[in-house]
Structure formats: C-alpha cells, structure tokens
C-alpha cells in the first residue's frame, strides 16, 4: 500500500499509509483463489466471511463487501487498520506460502472506508433499528468491548446505556492509538453507525463514582457489562522516576491524541517534548509514543527494551515504521535509574545491558543483566510504556465480585462473571491485549447476557 514518505510524515500526524483506490482493491481481489475451505477465516477471531466479501470487492460490489464485513464485525475501519492480521487470517492465507498472503486487513479497510465515503449520509443515521425489548442493559467504557456489546444487544432490541468517563467515546481507538494510525474521524463515524442503532452514550459518567451499579439497579438496569479497558500505568519502581519529564504513556499519549496537544495552542492542553527521548518498552505503546516524540520535534528518540527484537510484541509494521522514521533501538537494554538536576528535570537515564537467559512463565527468554555494564543516555524526556493494570476506582465499589490476582475480572469464556447480572470482557478480563479480542468478548458477552435476560 502506498504511504507518506518517513522524511515528510514526521513532520504531521496525517495517516501513513494512503489506503487503496478502488483499481488497487480489485487487483488485490483478484489474487484470492476463493478457497473451499479457506483457513483465513479460521484466523478472524470476528468470523467474518474473508472470501466472499473479496469476491464482492473483485465484482466491484464495494458496498456489499462492507455489508458482508459487517454482518459479524461493527468496527470495519478500525480492525481494518489497527489489527494484528499478519498473526491472525493473513497468517493463515494458503497464499502465504506461495509467496504473498493476501493483504485482507487493507481490503477490509477499503471495503469499510469507500462505504463511510460513499454512502455516508446523515439520513441513513435515523434510527435504523427496532428497540423491541423492555429490559434495560448498562454497558459500561466505550472501547472496542463495550460498543460491539452495546451494537449486539441494540441489534437484538434491548435498550442499551453506554457510560463512558471520557468526553469521547472509542476507549483506547481515541485517547491512546494515535492520529497517523487511527483518524479519529473514522472511529467518530464508527461509532455514529452504532448510536444509529439506539444506544445511547452517557459521556463524562465515571460508574463507581458518579453512580454505582447498585444504583443502577435500583433505576431498572437488569444487566451490566463491564469494558472499563486497563488504563492504569505501570511504573519500573526505579529511582527518580518522579522528575518533571518522565511520562507514564498513558498520560502522554491521552494529551496528544484526546486532548490533542498536537494542535496547542489551537487546543487547550500543552506537551512538552525536549530534543533528547527515551521510551521504555517495545509494545504497540511504546512504538505510538515513540512515533509521536519525533512528530513533536524531538531530534533523537530511543526505544529501551531488555529483551531482543524477536521478543517484541508490537505489530511488526509498527516497528518497520518507527525504524523508517529515525526511531532507535537500544535492545537487551534495561533502566535501572533516571537522574534529575536540581530543578528536578531529568538528564539522564542510566541503564545496564542484559542477556537472553532460560524461558520465563511467558514463554520467552527471560533477561538476565550483564555485570559491571552499567552506562548513562543523557535525555530530557522518559516516556514509560511498560504496561498498564485495570483501574481500581469502580471494581472497589462492587461487593463480592471475583478479581484475579491481577485484580482483572474473574470471567468465563461467555464474559459470564460470579454475580448473576454482572457480565465483562476485554482488557478489564484479559489485561492488555488487541482490538479484536475485546470485541470478540462484547460480542460473546452480548449473547450471553440476552440468554440470561430471556
Ligand atoms: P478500552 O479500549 O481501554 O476502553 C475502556 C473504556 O472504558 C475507556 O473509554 C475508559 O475511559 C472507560 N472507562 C474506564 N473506567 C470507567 C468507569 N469507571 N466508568 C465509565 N467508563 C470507564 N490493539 C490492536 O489490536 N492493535 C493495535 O495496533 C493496538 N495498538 C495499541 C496502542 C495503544 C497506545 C494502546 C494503549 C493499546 C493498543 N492496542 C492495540 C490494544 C487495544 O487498544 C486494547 O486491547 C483495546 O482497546 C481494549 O478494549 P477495551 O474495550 O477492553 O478497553
Ligand atoms: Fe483468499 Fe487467502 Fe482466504 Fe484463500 S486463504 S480465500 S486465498 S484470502
């Protein structure tokens, strides 16, 4: 696919990679053998009919294929771009072998953008779909779990609440995936196809705080989904990580991308970036943070990961992006301490160098430090993308629901969680994992709770 060119895209936040016109989609499409049994659609933890909607992209029936994509998935434009296809139904295409698998995450976003170009139109937005249902359903965070629930349980009748705590809806797709990889755009019409279902969104309504979901219950609401994400940060514990230019990257990504600090002072919320970046981690975090520091002007950023390339759990693109744009990568690396000057700014980070060691619990070698390889970077700012856990503030409201030990919910495969009317799924279930595995969880949460209400 086409892309902006790395000297000119630093400079923006303009999506990177064009996306096909409608000539390149038909020829892409038409490299699919329409398997009998095609394995890619094995790989799509969303099911969606793969060859069909390519052979509907091949006869040029493009709004059709965008049907066909949604009969199973509600964000097409965004699993489009942001999903780990080259793991899942690429991994799978039988043509992967033969030389190319089939780009079928650039198709699907085709498919999704040339509808939301094309046959977008306030009109269609009159609601679209028949609440037949008395019971009301509480879905609280709007992230990818919570809008593909609240879409099924709307689609299937029921009067479904969204409680979102941000001013904006999309969860992680708004305030943590950044600009030139998402368009908020998109994930704005995205989400105007599901209110046009009839759910409605409560937004700046932080469950636990501004109600409780007892006091829900008591307004009438017969069953909760929770998807309230895993947007607490982690730190290293490491000294000095309280100095004025150290980030969690949460906070730093959540100014550039909700609070478009990109855009200051057109927008109110301020960045500060100096010339000189570190990022701890080497995730999908790691590499839109370290991306958004150069598009702030920063002159050098690293990427500080203790273990080695093939370890890395960012989306291979990811890490060929940041490379092509100047990002370095500082591997079997680990910081050990960040140094401040006496106004309390940070001016270097210290680290020691590591070997690969025995397999650990994950499965991957684990990192074991070299002695006496201690050394300094100087920099001006850490950005620290090393995880993130779920937010206590509404599960300490709810008496006796089952956490695990990393205070995730305890809930079975069907998001059924051990208070009867109490359902949840995504990174609040899972820790921090994809896109398409928290909507896989909304969608089998959907079915579930419409079981337990009939
Ligand atoms: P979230 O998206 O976290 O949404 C949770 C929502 O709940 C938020 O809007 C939050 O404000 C709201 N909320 C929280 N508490 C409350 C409360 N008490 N009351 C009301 N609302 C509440 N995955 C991929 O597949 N591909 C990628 O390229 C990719 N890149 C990523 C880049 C970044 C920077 C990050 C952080 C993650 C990335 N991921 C990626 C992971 C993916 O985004 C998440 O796994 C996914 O968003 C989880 O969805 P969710 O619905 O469970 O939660
Ligand atoms: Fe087409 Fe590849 Fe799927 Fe076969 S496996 S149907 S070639 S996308």
């Known amino acids: ?119 977008f139109s306030r009109e269609d937005l009159v609601q679209s779909n028949k609440i037949v249902r008395n019971e009301k359903i509480a879905v609280i965070g709007s992230g990818p779990a919570g809008l593909t629930c609240a879409a099924d349980l709307a689609k299937k009748g029921y009067q479904v609440t969204l409680f979102e705590a941000l001013h904006k809806p999309g969860g992680v797709l708004t305030y943590g995936i950044p600009e030139f990889r998402l368009p908020k755009d998109i994930v704005m019409e995205e989400v105007k196809k599901i209110t046009s279902l009839g759910v409605d969104i409560k937004y700046n309504y932080v469950i636990g705080k501004i109600k409780t979901i007892e006091k829900l219950r008591d307004q009438g609401y017969r069953a909760f989904f929770i998807a309230t994400g895993a947007g607490l940060p982690y730190f290293m514990g490491i000294p000095g990580e309280n100095f004025n230019g150290v980030y969690s990257a949460n906070e730093f990504l959540t100014r550039v991308n909700l609070m478009k600090a990109y855009k200051f002072p057109e927008y109110d919320t301020p960045i500060t970036v100096g010339e000189n970046v570190a990022v701890v981690g080497a995730g999908n975090v790691a590499m839109d943070s370290a991306r958004c520091a150069l598009r702030l002007g920063a002159q050098k950023v690293s990427i500080i990961y203790r273990r080695t390339e093939n370890e890395m759990p960012a989306r291979k ?19 050990v301490e960040i140094i401040g000057d006496n106004q309390g700014q940070v001016k270097k980070i210290v680290c020691i160098k590591n070997k690969l060691g025995k397999l650990d619990s994950s499965g991957r070698p684990r990192p074991v430090a070299i002695e006496d390889s201690q050394f300094e970077m100087a920099v001006d700012t850490v950005i620290i993308a090393v995880g993130n856990g779920s937010n206590p503030l509404l599960l300490d409201t709810i008496n006796g629901l089952n956490l695990t030990s990393k205070k995730n919910i305890y809930a079975d495969d069907s998001g059924r969680t051990n208070i009867e009317d109490i359902f949840a799924g995504g990174d609040i279930v899972t820790g921090s994992a994809t896109v398409i595995a928290a909507m896989g969880a909304g969608k089998r949460a959907a079915k579930a709770i419409d079981k337990f209400l009939k």
């Open 1 to 119: 696919m086409r892309e902006q060119d790395p000297k000119d895209r630093i400079n923006n936040f303009n999506e990177v990679p064009y996306g096909y016109d409608e000539d390149e989609a038909v020829t892409e499409a038409l490299r699919c053998l329409q398997c009998k049994n095609p394995p890619c659609v094995k790989g799509c933890p969303a099911e969606i009919d793969i060859p069909r909607f390519i052979k509907a992209i091949r006869e040029r029936r493009f709004s059709q294929a965008n049907e066909i994509i949604r009969e199973t998935n509600n964000l097409p434009a965004v699993c489009g771009r942001v999903c780990p296809q080259e793991d899942q139904c690429e991994r799978l295409c039988v043509l992967k072998n033969k030389g190319k698998a089939i780009n079928i995450g650039n198709l699907e976003r085709f498919a999704a953008d040339w509808e939301l170009k094309n046959s």
């Open 317 to 335: 693109d990811e890490i060929d992006h940041a490379r092509e744009e100047g990002v370095e990568f500082h591997l079997l690396t680990n910081p």
